[in-house]
């Protein structure tokens, strides 16, 4: 029998099956026989038209029941309990040699601050304030000597000290990738602050009040600051000892074993804010038999899920011991650019295209965008040297205000502007041009040409939305973002596209992808949001009266270390350590506005495949002519 017989004849039997799977009212007998029949034809199609387009496709409808029966329900949760009962622990075991020096550090380090107090007893006023000290020596002579832990309300402490404890944890954690020294200098700090305080207490003959007070909660929160340094540890390494990787590919293997332990400490933290909050600030009205079983309880929860469960996985389970993560570490030679792809795929490709074209993109940022882009926060910093030499209620706020020119306080903020918008046309032509570039090494002459071709129209693709964000007031900036997914595909479109009718193409694009547009800004955001904490906290909130934040952020840390260096050779300290932020705020833009462009360009290429199917023509010129094992 001819093909076009075969499927004339089918044809409708086919198509009533596509409609009865995908109806919400499923007919099974109907379906059951329909499936049989499928079968069959798929098996005359395999004898006959092996090579055909409609063995591919019976092929697919057959596989889409036979997925679907085979599915099993509740896969999800079996995941997730997976990984809490076997992925995490393994990786405990794995990492039980870096989480127990980090113990033994932490311990060394508390020491320290017991000694330190014993022979200084003024020690704890350099550790913990003066203002502290003082504040607990009242309450002391008052006969609540913990009083500290009842002056807020219960459950804006509890906000408060979930979300300090959980930026410690973060910070202790991402420190780490310091070649481990800014986790040692974490731990450090904490500990020697706990060993001062316990002594201070012992000074006053209240050792074991302060200890049955504080530990009520000190169990979990303690604890979590070390895990967090053992996993920020963990993560360092693999940058220190690659062994047989690169060391990109062993930090991003660390990184993920480290990041597994932090997951693991997110219920013991919110568990130690809850416990501080509304059980340590009424210790005095609870028996002192139930607050040593408190203590009790959550050191050996502790220790059974941290320690000895780790071992009996291992046991358990030991070819995963030695065993490593590999799929996100292979080399991707070549990315299919004409593929339809979901917004979860668009996102998780945008990051493999990141690394598989960094190198080419970024060598030209670094050259060509950098030394511009540093021209630029140099003259703004010395037009706005008042500001330069303030400390700010948002330092990241104001100072990045003073580095784009946002704040139009003076002309050269216009020019600015007018430079930053030429600088980020530069990097999405950068990676337009890594993504479109047959050649593998980077090519200056190439890139040169590539910018004569496109430089100006993905400058204008973006230049609209970009100067009505620059200009309209603070308040109208969030509607605008309502119509940034309607242009997103333009840029796309300019640095992508080699057909005609550009314009018209984009905004009919940017119509259709709106949808998708949306999703990749929101993660892309938010994902923005959560790693840019360690550097610009969210709650680092200066007092315009002191320098201390209100909760500190790493940079607050490296600043403070600035200024408390530059001071003794010059008054304008505070100049030296707001261009160190700023500095660090420009490479963060360097950095991650690569990986929105790669985001949006796979978005443009999945918009073209749903109109144009180039991808898909050219399987079907290449169908039959690959080996069998291909097909």
């Known amino acids: 029998m001819k093909e076009t017989k075969f499927i004339e004849q089918n044809k409708e039997k086919w198509s009533r099956f596509e409609k009865a799977y995908t109806s919400s009212q499923k007919n099974p007998e109907e379906l059951s026989k329909l499936y049989l029949d499928i079968t069959e034809d798929l098996g005359y199609a395999q004898t006959f038209y092996n090579r055909r387009t409609v063995r591919v496709y019976l092929n697919q409808l057959a596989q889409k029941v036979f997925s679907g029966v085979h599915k099993q329900g509740g896969e999800t949760w079996k995941k997730i309990l997976e990984v809490i009962t076997v992925s995490i622990p393994i990786e405990i075991y794995r990492s039980r040699k870096t989480l127990l020096f980090a113990l033994i550090s932490f311990l060394a380090y508390a020491a320290i601050g017991v000694v330190t107090t014993y022979f200084n007893p003024d020690f704890p006023r350099i550790v913990l304030g003066d203002m502290y000290v003082d ?98 540890i963990t993560a360092g390494n693999g940058l220190l000892f690659p062994k047989s990787f690169t060391r990109m590919q062993s930090l991003k293997i660390s990184t993920i074993r480290g990041l597994k332990i932090m997951l693991s400490l997110i219920p013991f933290i919110i568990a130690a804010g809850f416990l501080e909050s509304y059980v340590t600030r009424n210790y005095q009205l609870l028996p002192e038999w139930s607050k040593w079983c408190i203590i009790f309880f959550s050191f050996a929860l502790i220790v059974v899920y941290y320690v000895i469960y780790p071992f009996f996985v291992a046991r358990k389970h030991p070819h995963l011991v030695n065993q490593e993560d590999m799929s996100d570490i292979r080399p991707q030679r070549k990315l299919i650019l004409h593929k339809l792809r979901s917004e979860g795929e668009v996102i998780k490709d945008a990051f493999q295209a990141y690394w598989l074209y960094f190198k080419k993109f970024m060598t030209v940022i670094l050259t060509i965008v950098l030394p511009l882009a540093l021209i630029v926060v140099y003259i703004q910093g010395q037009v706005h040297m008042d500001r330069m030499l303030s400390q700010h209620w948002y330092d990241w706020y104001a100072l990045s205000q003073i580095m ?14 007018v430079a930053w918008s030429l600088l980020f046309a530069l990097i999405f032509s950068a990676v337009f041009w890594a993504v479109k570039s047959p050649k593998v090494s980077v090519s200056y002459p190439d890139y040169f040409r590539y910018l004569r071709q496109r430089f100006w129209k993905i400058y204008l693709s973006f230049a609209l939305f970009y100067w009505l964000f620059y200009f309209v ?33 984009a905004f009919r694009y940017g119509k259709k992808a709106y949808g998708s547009s949306i999703i990749i800004i929101l993660f892309f955001s938010l994902m923005l949001v959560l790693f840019i904490q360690p550097i610009a906290l969210v709650l680092s909130i200066h007092q315009t009266w002191t320098n201390e934040p209100l909760v500190g952020d790493l940079l607050d840390m490296v600043t403070d270390f600035i200024n408390r260096a530059a001071i003794f050779f010059t008054e304008d300290y505070m100049y030296y350590s707001n261009s160190f932020r700023q500095l660090v705020y420009l490479f963060f833009v360097l950095f991650t506005l690569p990986l929105f462009a790669m985001m949006i360009g796979l978005s443009y290429f999945n918009v073209t495949e749903k109109e144009e199917a180039i991808g898909l023509k050219k399987e079907f010129e290449s169908f039959g002519k690959r080996k069998r094992n291909q097909e």
């Open 473 to 505: 007031p603070i308040e109208a900036k969030f509607i605008l973002l309502f119509l940034l997914p309607l242009l997103t595909i333009n840029v796309a479109v300019a640095g992508l596209d080699d057909g005609t009718n550009r314009l018209k193409k």
């Open 135 to 232: 504040m607990t020596v009242d309450n002391i002579s008052n006969g609540n000597p913990l009083a500290v832990y009842e002056s807020q309300s219960q459950l804006s402490m509890f906000i408060y000290i979930t979300t300090n404890n959980l930026k410690v944890a973060l910070l202790t954690f991402f420190a780490g990738f310091f070649a481990t020294i800014g986790t040692h200098i974490l731990l450090f700090s904490n500990g020697v602050m706990l060993g001062s305080f316990q002594y201070f207490f012992h000074t006053k003959g209240l050792l074991i009040t302060s200890f049955l007070g504080i530990w009520i909660h000190g169990a979990f929160e303690i604890s979590a600051i070390v895990l967090a340094g053992g996993a920020g």
């Open 404 to 417: 784009f020119g946002f704040g139009k306080y003076h002309l050269t903020d216009l020019l600015a502007g």
